[in-house]
């Protein structure tokens, strides 16, 4: 099966510039997620969401991050502005997220590394 | 809260000798734990899951609720097992269950 999608690959900005990711989820997945992973450390959640509707972003600085799924397929991610300590690779993930919401395999794709300067 | 640690940033063992990857979590329900891990330049993919109590590529790992663990384990390690490893908890949040990570372990296996 095809698997997570993620573009770009890499993305270099100025801080207080705006920048956005795109994200198409595997084919059928209900459950999206959003994680941010700073060099050195693990991936944190920034927002889930299931189907078109967001059930976590207690974790995502609502000040400059946003992000929405179109029709509960693809999603998108923006930060504006960005912040030196953005700096990190953005990882989408999808799930079937059947059953309640408890957790199923996620799948993840390559994720987005950005620098910002 | 949930939390998960990982205590060693960085695990070289040497081709054929144990593994061990320690992993501790803290979280007040009842949590299902997972092993997820990175090869080089790949995806992040899912290892193995306490539920299916089964050995993915000779690792397995056992839910210790009274300890809090969830350590990785291999009899014999390989070169190609060499990878960044992640230890992931499963609760309840916000009314979703989140995936938290660990901070991750490099193991690096010495031919």
């Known amino acids: 099966e095809a698997g997570v999608a993620q573009s770009p690959r890499y993305k270099i900005i100025e801080k207080r510039q705006s920048v956005a990711f795109w994200c198409n989820p595997i084919?059928?997945?209900?459950?999206l997620y959003w994680y941010q992973q700073i060099l050195g450390q693990g991936p944190k959640l920034l927002i889930q969401?299931?189907?078109?509707?967001?059930?976590?972003d207690s974790q995502l600085p609502k000040d400059r991050f946003s992000a929405e799924r179109l029709k509960g397929v693809d999603s998108t991610l923006k930060i504006q502005p960005a912040k030196l300590e953005d700096s990190a690779v953005y990882l989408c993930?999808?799930?079937?997220?059947?059953?309640?919401?408890?957790?199923?395999?996620?799948?993840f794709g390559q994720g987005t590394r950005l620098t910002v300067v | 809260a949930q939390r998960v640690t990982q205590p060693e940033k960085l695990l070289s063992v040497f081709k054929g000798a144990p593994v061990e990857l320690k992993c501790n979590y803290s979280y007040s329900g009842s949590p299902e734990l997972f092993w997820y891990v990175q090869y080089s330049r790949q995806r992040l993919q899912l290892l193995l899951r306490h539920i299916s109590r089964e050995s993915i590529k000779g690792f397995t790992a056992d839910l210790n609720k009274g300890e809090t663990s969830f350590h990785l384990k291999k009899p014999f390690a390989q070169e190609e097992d060499s990878a960044m490893y992640y230890c992931?908890?499963?609760?309840?949040?916000?009314?979703?269950?989140?995936?938290?990570f660990g901070k991750g372990t490099k193991l690096s296996v010495i031919p």
């Open positions: 969401f299931q189907n078109n509707g967001v059930v976590d």
């Open positions: 993930a999808s799930s079937l997220g059947t059953g309640g919401f408890r957790h199923t395999e996620a799948f």
């Open positions: 084919s059928g997945h209900a459950t």
């Open positions: 992931a908890l499963s609760g309840s949040g916000a009314g979703s269950y989140q995936l938290t």
